[in-house]
């Protein structure tokens, strides 16, 4: 249990960016607090507090190395199922070749809700997930659409090994990785929605943020989101991008208020987005990484251009670094942009 005092002694970082967002929101409200809305897709009808939830836990295979897989932009149902099929094997044989500790599948799992066959889309989806046999986690993606989205939550986090948590949060949640028995690692999961992140998701980081503060000593945390925050394309230059852009950024109504929130908890060492199928790249802005996931649905647009697959990431528990690099279903890796060792340390 954490006392109050504890929790007001350690989570200072945390209630200040609780803070500045209150302020930021205060408009045209005389002082008062303008609520910040939560989003459309993914919205729970049985919503609590946030700070309230306690995260998934799942613990490594290695004390000293944390292997996620991370698969996004599947869009499942969008074509044909002879396209479903090959990226599901994709799938398989990434898991295989890669042994990861768990898998993050980063947004738009199946492909919208054709006369309320969304439902049915992600219980398909689900299903695939679970004969994986590894912990899997997800955040929402701008074409997962339903017609009941409380139903869709609680699908989610019923399926077997499912460390998803969002369905009284909005779909934001906090997955705890041990190793061994004691927090090693956090993953910070967001729903960007069909608009990006907003106010709603940066105050949701921030209060998760707080609650990790309180828990004692920090460990580095990575962020996973579908729609880029702005910074994707406003910090890119020519000293800082690593890999291949062969599109815009599209951040939709995120205009770099959320990069603040994510800086300011110091632990978050990058962010992890998927969404532009034609984009794979890292831009090393110094604070926190911003890393681009590789498209891996071939329902999704892109594959003629850019090879599916997906992103590999090993995070150093002993020494708070990490890699990523693009693997392939055949067992090749990308290293060209991405070359092995730590990108980033741990203060």
């Known amino acids: 249990m954490i006392s109050r005092r504890r929790f007001l002694t350690h989570a200072s970082l945390g209630l200040t960016a609780l803070a500045q967002l209150d ?14 809305k939560p989003p459309k897709i993914g919205f729970s009808s049985r919503a609590t507090d946030i700070a309230a939830r306690q995260p998934a836990v799942v613990s490594t295979a290695s004390p000293k190395v944390c292997r996620i897989l991370q698969f996004t932009d599947l869009h499942l149902f969008h074509t044909t199922p002879a396209d479903d099929r090959h ?23 199946w492909h919208e809700n054709p006369k309320g066959r969304g439902q049915g889309y992600l219980e398909f989806a689900v299903r695939q997930f679970a ?21 869709g939550h609680d699908t989610l986090a019923a399926e077997t090994h499912s460390l998803y948590r969002g369905g009284e949060t909005h779909g934001d949640y906090r997955v705890e990785v041990h190793a061994p028995g004691a927090p090693a690692l956090d993953l910070f999961l967001l729903n960007s929605s069909d608009v990006g992140l907003t106010a709603w998701q940066a105050r949701a980081l921030a209060g998760m943020t707080a609650q990790v503060a309180a828990r004692g000593p920090a460990v580095p945390a990575l962020l996973f989101f579908h729609v880029p925050i702005q910074e994707y394309e406003t910090r890119l230059t020519a000293g800082n991008f690593s890999g291949l852009k062969l599109e815009g950024v599209s951040h939709y109504n995120e205009h770099g208020d ?37 498209s891996t649905g071939y329902a999704g647009y892109g594959g003629d251009k850019l090879r599916k697959g997906a992103k590999l990431i090993e995070v150093d528990l002993v020494s708070g670094g990490y890699q990523q690099r693009t693997v392939f279903a055949s067992g090749a890796t990308q290293f060209g942009f991405a070359p092995p060792g730590p990108l980033v340390h741990a203060a």
Do not use: M
């Not at 929101?25 to 910040?36: D, F, H, I, Q």
């Not at 599901?88 to 599948?105: A, G, K, T």
């Not at 004969?131 to 139903?151: I, S």
């Open 23 to 36: 302020w930021l929101l205060a408009a045209e409200t005389g002082g008062a607090v303008a609520p910040a």
């Open 258 to 294: 959320t990069f603040p929130t994510i800086v300011g908890a110091k632990q978050i060492k990058a962010c992890f987005c998927g969404h532009n199928h034609l984009n794979d790249f890292v831009l090393k802005t110094g604070p926190v990484d911003l890393n681009f996931g590789r």
């Open 131 to 151: 004969g994986w046999g590894r912990p899997w986690a997800t955040c929402w993606g701008n074409h997962d659409l339903l017609d009941d989205y409380q139903r």
């Open 87 to 109: 990226t599901l094997e994709d799938c398989r044989r990434q898991i295989e070749h890669h042994h990861p500790d768990l898998i993050v599948l980063s947004g738009d799992l």
